[in-house]
């Protein structure tokens, strides 16, 4: 061995030494240090083997994100609450700061590399629904119709829909979701309003009371929806069905509690729990015990996770930073369910930054998760003096505007890129209502119904004649959306 080499094994386990002098040293003044994605990645366990979760965007592409949704040709939508607990006080929560912002993928290597900001000077939006001409925008009170008129993805015009929608403004306690129902009405959590464009207008309408954050369906149109503290609750009966008869006060069939179990798997502490320090909230370990912010909901009615996914309930905890997973169980027109994994989480993290917000289905069958990425996740007026105490000991109140997207799918997929739904035909999109993807046929029917092109009644028609049971009800509600009730082959079915 030559001086120089022997010199350099001699020091090098010095170096080695140092470095880990200097991360114990920053672990030690960092409690809780923000990661970066490549970091955050290795923070991640998920209960399958079989699946694999990947960085689809991060920031400075995104801040703050809430919400998410996939338009007709792929791009991604994202609603960035950035005015939210900007420090320990919250202070200019009101400044007009938030945004919507597109994300493109133009390499298609399946990372966003582009962002277009459709709309900011918004404060605390919340929620976003991808339309024809442009997006329903929910900000923190009213609801508006943004549209694009030269395609370059940015607003040109704002429309009131509705200055009441958000509430009181409160981000926990007020109206959020605009999840397009089967039925062709947008539907909301927090809230007791459904809106739908009729005749070139947009119209609210009642409907009942559902939810706290976030609300989805399963492949029959029922909906899904929970509360901070209740995991999972459903709709056992189609939305306003009750309400046709207006001598029926509904008691049953609404808000349907699915499960009693609480209980979550947290792989970590989270003493930056508001109650934290009430006897049963967190365990020997300083663990989350039970929901504290369940939100999200999301009916998994993609194609690209193990066929024992479908049709199962994942529902976030950011506050334990993980995701649960539940099996729905249906017994004639009774709904329950229960818990897949024993004693663990369908995907929980060791990072006390990673917030799941909401979840949303991909064009590519996959299972997408919206990650605030935040210290700070209680609003302000619940900012207790012991989360305050702790948010300031663990420096969670800083740094601020990250955020992530990540995407959950299968090691083993093989799936071809998805097609761009705008560059097909009607009789290419009728085909797709029997789509093994529920993101895919969801978004064929909106895009048949937002033609509004009759002639293609007796292609739908010829769907409700096929023997595909997920084609006929999407065919049944696209005549509907269409205004077209009246034919035979729909008659027949009812």
Not at 90 to 95: L, Q, V
Not at 273 to 299: M, Q, W
Not at 376 to 384: K, L
Request: glycine share 8%; charged share 25%; hydrophobic share 35%.
């Amino acid at each position: 061995m030559s001086r120089e080499n022997e010199l350099i094994f001699r020091v090098l386990p010095l170096f080695l030494l140092l470095g880990l002098l200097l991360i114990l040293q920053s672990c030690k003044q960092e409690p809780s240090p923000p990661l970066s994605p490549s970091q955050a990645l290795l923070s991640f366990e998920l209960a399958d083997p079989d699946l694999e979760i990947q960085l689809v965007a991060a920031e400075p592409l995104v801040q703050d994100p809430v919400a998410i949704s996939f338009d007709e040709a792929g791009r991604l939508w994202v609603v960035e609450m950035i005015g939210f607990m900007r420090d320990i006080d919250g202070t200019g929560e009101k400044d007009p700061v938030g945004r919507v912002s597109v994300l493109f993928d133009n390499n298609g290597d399946g990372q966003m590399d582009k962002s277009i900001i459709f709309l900011d000077s918004l404060v605390l939006p919340r929620a976003i629904a991808v339309v024809n001409g442009g997006a329903l925008v929910a900000e923190n009170i009213p609801l508006w119709f943004a549209e694009d008129t030269d395609g370059d993805f940015k607003a040109d015009t704002k429309t009131l829909i509705d200055p009441t929608y958000g509430g009181q403004g409160m981000p926990e306690h007020s109206a959020n979701a605009l999840w397009r129902g089967m039925d062709n009405w947008y539907y909301n959590a927090k809230s007791k309003s459904r809106y739908r464009k009729i005749n070139s207008k947009w119209i609210k309408e009642e409907t009942e009371f559902r939810g706290q954050w976030g609300i989805c369906h399963d492949n029959t149109g029922r909906l899904f929806y929970n509360y901070n503290w209740s995991q999972l609750h459903a709709d056992l009966v189609p939305p306003n069905a009750l309400q046709r008869n207006k001598h029926h006060k509904s008691s049953s069939g609404i808000d349907h509690g699915l499960t009693l179990d609480r209980k979550i798997y947290p792989i970590r502490s989270n003493t930056a729990v508001n109650r934290g320090y009430v006897p049963g909230t967190l365990d020997e370990e300083r663990k989350l015990l039970e929901f504290a912010s369940a939100c999200g909901p999301l009916i998994y009615r993609g194609d690209v996770l193990p066929d024992s996914y479908l049709g199962n309930a994942f529902v976030c905890e950011p506050t334990g930073n993980l995701i649960k997973r539940n099996s729905v169980l249906e017994d004639g027109f009774m709904l329950s369910a229960s818990g897949v994994y024993e004693n663990r989480e369908f995907l929980a993290s060791t990072d006390e930054r990673f917030r799941p917000i909401s979840l949303a289905s991909g064009p590519d069958g996959a299972l997408y998760v919206v990650d605030m990425y935040k210290g700070i996740i209680q609003h302000g007026p619940y900012m207790t003096e012991y989360l305050r105490e702790v948010t300031l000991k663990r420096k969670l109140d800083k740094p601020i505007n990250m955020g992530r997207i990540w995407r959950i799918t299968s090691k083993k997929n093989t799936t071809e890129k998805a097609d761009d739904l705008s560059k097909l035909n009607p009789a290419e999109l009728v085909n797709l209502l029997k789509h093994p993807n529920g993101w895919t046929r969801d978004m064929a029917q909106r895009l048949l119904v937002e033609s509004n092109d009759l002639t293609i009644v007796p292609e739908l028609e010829n769907m409700l004649a096929s023997e595909n049971p997920l084609g006929q009800l999407h065919a049944l509600w696209t005549l509907e959306g269409l205004g077209n009730t009246d034919s035979k082959p729909y008659l027949s079915t009812l």
